[in-house]
């Protein structure tokens, strides 16, 4: 069966990992996914799935993601989750999408002050998802991390009703919160749970060479669901 | 006209950077430093000359960009 | 109406003779905007007036070197239509001032020598010196390094795969940060810096110029005096993410046939580029300063010409060619403006407010530079067999060298660094060299930077050897064939004899070594004068090499891989104490003859353990260096978390040779030397091939457990790796540093 | 007694961050905007009540830990 999950990966000025994740997307699909630059105002037609990569969209200038939030491509993208579209953010993905409200809360500097590189431990929290149904939910897993501020932050509140909905997606194991993120979080989906935010990068544990395959079901996920 | 924006975290966010330097401060022997908290100062130039005009865009452009307001506020000072 | 005055001229770090020959050529006095760029064009920086001489003996030329030293990076041919790129250089002086943003724009600055060719970085490395750690300023200084690194390539999204760091009271006062780039190109489009032919517009690209480093080329040239601090010589700023757009442009534009030359604006910026471009292309250029995109109001000739604002470039294009360029650079959002044209003439001339504020023979500025062949004193090597205590308990030694500032492990540095960012990093840092794949092949290409600047004070020859030969040891351990060399020679002031004899003898060694080792010099860089108060630093020729592995999956890693296997140890053991590390810190003495390098047998067994990775016989291997047997076994045992039981056979048929005892057995850095794991069944193959081929090759241990035992010394891995993992982060850490940024 | 310390880039030192902040600005359509420069503030809280003791105490602080003085300038308010 070839899958016919059609994917689409933002490209903002200083983003990085694009290409990473464009070529994880084609070595599981088969298909190369469409490059959007950031200026377009509408996604390409049929598009299942947009992912915003990692990288440092302005330079992480400000705040992270915080000029990305206001380019035109991001009106579409709200426009297509509002449809009920996918929209996975890696790192700097996920901070742009703090700072739009897709998603709530903020990304803080790391505790610790400094950027931090690694192979991290996470707990997949929830299995009900788009993105996670290939995984058991309280499975182990091994991502890379690589974010100076990926130290999750949101009210009370709204750590209680992300956590009682069930869209805390990706934690850190216990022993391995890198940044110091609230209640250990590292991914979260959104209300239609079509949209998720996580700080490890998935992307680059799709290749035995380069440390791990763990990523795979992530991206296995979203191609059985939108497939 | 110029106008100078402070943007600091709300009070109850915790605030590493501040930490950090209250950390080291002491380390460095300075006693009797409390609590350091650490924000940020923009200055712009304004091409805009009329005060009530040039406060009401800043604040546009703090609520749009320059603060995340979900833990950052701000505060607003012109000056001519 | 020349105002040019003697003091002047000495604050422009010119000599009278060199003044002089100024006039001369000129026939008259230059303008303060002509003396400024004969300045830059004449110091040690841009000119290499006094290591040109020596830097002629070096090796460049192998079949497969596509570029040799002469443009802005080496290019090297990896096949199938790929070239390999690369570059290191310092920013020494700038990153003591200011670490962060000294160190930062080193990256910013060696990544541009590398895409200017046309090549998309793909790997960084940093060769790092310190001062001794207890010195006040080392962590201050250490910390902002690394942040500053990491700062800038993080944010290009280049994985920074590896380094070095030594600490040396030597460098107290002169830190080393010498970054090397890594890129790859097509092997047919490669771009040059040569400005050929006339009425072809010069255009400028990037950020604005504004007042940044202004005399940095001359302040690179110039010893360090205490007032250094005072002077606050205006620091460069680094702009990763405009660095990040001109990449992107930059390899976007040159998808055309628009470009006839480009070369990026480093030291001395408008002046070197258009210089240089000018000479190499045998034309001349005219500018217009008024044309030159500017960050800050009223600058004047000699400001914009000396000016080292950072993330910008000079390109040369085909006329009419303009516009499609301008076009890539307004999507990109960056500066372009066409500020000249080639001419016919063999002149630099630069217009200002309608006034010719210079007018060169662009000759005067590169071939009539001065050139010296400064004198020399030979300083005879160190030699001797030092005495040292016979009964030291192995397994205190070792735990103390395991964790001693230069055998530690470096994870708190490369943890700051994104290695893994552009998904081909199949090594991560930690290992003998790093090795990242060509994307969507099966090649890979490792990389490593090596000298061991003790070495180099004791003896600057075999030293500049053993830079080499290690380079090239590391490149084999994980499979790769040596290829090329970059070199980055730290040293003090070249006008004391003593410190000649350092470069001249080092270079000598470097040009040896890569003779027998096949390993040509592509690209380098000098950086003289590394001396505070007079003190200089310990010789610090640094080499940045790089290998080609064939097949990734056939490659090699340092961490032992499964219980049972068998170790064996490549390469005589004589226990060579002299400059070891065991000597300075388990001893306290810096003394006695470094450890002689056999080039042949280094070229021997680089071959040998190649081969049988290649084969797939090999896929466990390490290479013996700093601190010796023991430390290296230990190292393999940590990365694989599987203990390991030695037992060498002593005597006649053993590896020691002659009478060697334990200590200078575990502990001498004898060179040459690699530790291979095998499949105990296979074992018996290797060393029969090894015999064969008449090398040295014996079986020392077994790979099991999870501790490392020798006779009576058992330390169990985790004892190991809390020594060895701990002094950085206790380092650090101590008295917390305020955030760096 | 508290502090509050402003680190500023010293003139003419570049600004990549007011750079890209003003560029930002002028996409958000907020015309008229100059020159942008990003800088810190940094609260402190004092043991010390005597103002002139208080200022001498953070100068010494910014020279020594607050202010990066190769590229940075700093200014001291204090309130009681
Ligand atoms: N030590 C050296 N060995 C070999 N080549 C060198 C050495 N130092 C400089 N070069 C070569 O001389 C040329 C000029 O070097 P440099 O001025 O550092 O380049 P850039 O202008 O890019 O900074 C380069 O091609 C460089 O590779
Ligand atoms: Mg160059």
Do not use: A
């Given at each position: 069966m070839v899958p016919s999950m059609r994917a689409a990966v933002i490209v903002f000025p200083a983003s990085n990992c694009d290409r990473d994740a464009a070529s994880a997307l084609e070595g599981l699909t088969g298909q190369k996914p469409q490059m959007v630059w950031h200026q377009q105002s509408e996604l390409p037609a049929g598009i299942d799935l947009v992912v915003l990569p990692g990288g440092f969209s302005y330079g992480d200038y400000l705040r992270t993601g915080a000029m990305a939030a206001h380019s035109s491509v991001m009106a579409a993208v709200r426009a297509h989750a509002d449809r009920g579209g996918a929209v996975l953010g890696i790192c700097n993905g996920f901070q742009v999408l703090t700072e739009t409200r897709m998603l709530p809360g903020v990304l803080m500097r790391n505790a610790a002050l400094k950027f931090v590189c690694h192979m991290t431990e996470l707990v997949v929290s929830e299995s009900q998802s788009a993105f996670t149904r290939k995984y058991s939910a309280g499975q182990h897993v091994s991502f890379p991390v690589a974010h100076g501020e990926g130290n999750y932050y949101a009210d009370e509140a709204t750590l209680d009703r992300l956590e009682g909905e069930g869209r805390v997606a990706f934690r850190y194991a216990p022993g391995h919160n890198?940044?110091?993120?609230t209640r250990d979080i590292a991914g979260i989906l959104s209300e239609k749970r079509n949209v998720l935010g996580l700080m490890p990068h998935p992307e680059r544990v799709c290749d035995p060479l380069l440390g791990g395959t763990d990523g795979r079901a992530l991206f296995q996920s979203l191609i059985e669901t939108l497939g | 006209m110029k106008a100078r924006v402070f943007v600091t975290l709300k009070s109850g966010v915790l605030d590493p950077q501040g930490k950090a330097i209250s950390h080291a401060l002491q380390g460095l022997g300075f006693d009797g430093v409390g609590e350091v908290r650490q924000g940020k100062v923009i200055d712009l130039e304004l091409a805009e000359s009329d005060a009530t005009k040039a406060r009401a865009a800043v604040r546009d452009m703090c609520e749009q960009l320059l603060a995340n307001t979900v833990i950052e506020k701000y505060e607003i000072e012109l000056k001519s | 109406m020349s105002g040019i005055t003697p003091e002047l001229v000495a604050e422009h770090g010119l000599s009278a003779d060199e003044y002089g020959r100024i006039l001369e050529l000129l026939g008259r006095a230059p303008s303060l905007v002509e003396l400024g760029v004969f300045s830059v064009m004449w110091s040690e920086h841009c000119s290499y007036k006094s290591t040109r001489v020596h830097l002629r003996r070096l090796p460049t030329k192998a079949p497969w070197v596509i570029q040799g030293p002469g443009e802005n990076a080496g290019v090297v041919d990896i096949g199938d239509g790929d070239a390999a790129v690369f570059k290191m250089e310092s920013h020494n002086h700038p990153s003591f001032i200011e670490p962060y943003q000294g160190a930062a724009t080193g990256v910013g600055g060696i990544m541009r020598d590398v895409f200017t060719m046309g090549a998309r970085p793909i790997a960084m490395l940093n060769a790092l010196r310190f001062g001794a750690p207890q010195h006040p300023k080392t962590r201050h200084l250490l910390s902002g390094v690394v942040a500053g690194i990491g700062g800038y390539g993080n944010c290009m999204g280049v994985p920074t795969v590896g380094g070095e760091v030594n600490f040396h009271r030597s460098y107290n006062g002169n830190i080393l940060v010498n970054a090397m780039c890594v890129g790859l190109a097509r092997a047919d489009k490669i771009f040059l810096s040569a400005a050929k032919g006339a009425g072809n517009p010069v255009v400028y690209i990037g950020s604005k110029t504004g007042r940044d480093g202004i005399h940095g080329a001359t302040m690179a040239s110039a010893e360090f005096g205490e007032d250094a601090q005072e002077k606050r010589p205006t620091v460069q700023v680094g702009d990763p993410f405009t660095e990040k757009l001109l990449l992107e442009a930059c390899l976007e534009l040159m998808e055309t046939d628009a470009i006839i030359a480009i070369q990026d604006m480093g030291a001395a910026g408008l002046t070197s580029s258009s210089a240089e471009m000018a000479d190499k292309g045998g034309s001349g250029i005219d500018l217009d300063l008024d044309k030159v995109p500017q960050r800050e109001a009223e600058m004047t000739a000699y400001e914009m010409m000396l000016s080292e604002s950072q993330e910008r470039m000079l390109a040369v294009l085909k006329p009419g060619r303009e516009k499609q360029a301008e076009a890539i650079f307004k999507k990109w959002e960056l500066d372009f403006a066409v500020i000249g044209v080639t001419t016919p003439t063999d002149r630099l001339v630069v217009r200002h407010r309608g006034q010719v504020v210079a007018d060169l023979p662009v000759g005067a500025l590169s071939n009539a530079a001065p050139l010296y062949e400064r004198p020399f004193e030979r300083r005879p090597a160190t030699s001797g067999v030092p005495a040292y205590d016979r009964n030291r308990p192995l397994g205190d030694c070792l735990l103390h060298l395991l964790g001693s500032p230069d055998l530690c492990a470096r994870r708190w540095i490369w943890e700051q660094y994104d290695h893994t960012v552009m998904n081909d990093t199949v090594q991560r840092p930690g290992g003998d060299a790093a090795v990242v794949r060509v994307h969507a092949s099966q090649k890979a290409l490792a990389m490593t930077t090596d000298v061991t600047p003790r070495y180099c004070f004791a003896d600057p020859f075999e030293g500049g050897k053993q830079a080499v030969a290690e380079a090239c040891r590391n490149l084999s351990a994980v499979g790769a064939r040596p290829l090329a060399a970059t070199d980055n020679l730290n040293f003090g002031n070249p006008q004391k004899p003593e410190i000649m004899w350092q470069i001249v003898a080092a270079i000598d060694g470097i040009a040896e070594a890569c003779r027998v080792l096949d390993c040509p010099i592509v690209s380098g860089n000098c950086s003289l004068y590394n001396e505070t108060n007079g003190e200089g630093i310990l010789p610090t020729p640094t080499i940045g090499a790089i290998g080609l592995i064939g097949d990734v999956q056939r490659m090699a890693s340092l961490a032992f891989k499964r219980e049972g296997d068998a170790l064996l140890l490549l390469g005589h053991t004589r226990g060579h104490l002299g400059q070891s590390i065991f000597l300075r810190e388990i001893e306290g003495r810096e003394e006695g003859a470094v450890p002689p390098v056999d080039l042949v047998a280094e070229r021997d067994h680089g071959g040998f353990v190649r081969g049988l990775i290649e084969a797939g016989l090999v896929d466990t291997c390490h290479d013996v260096g700093d601190g010796g047997l023991l430390v290296a076994v230990s190292e393999m045992a940590l990365a694989g978390d599987i203990g390991v039981v030695l037992a060498p056979t002593k005597g006649g048929d053993g590896p020691a040779a002659g009478s060697v005892d334990d200590v200078a057995f575990w502990f001498g850095e004898d060179q040459g030397r690699y530790l291979l794991s095998v499949p105990a069944d296979q074992a018996g193959e290797v060393l029969a091939e090894a015999r064969r081929r008449r090398l040295p090759c014996w079986r020392i241990g077994e790979v099991c457990g999870d501790h490392l035992v020798l006779g009576g010394t058992k330390l169990s891995l985790e004892q190991l790796r809390a020594v060895h993992e701990g002094w950085f982060p206790a380092y650090m850490g101590q008295g917390e540093l305020p955030p760096v940024n």
């Open positions: 890198c940044n110091g993120s | - | -």
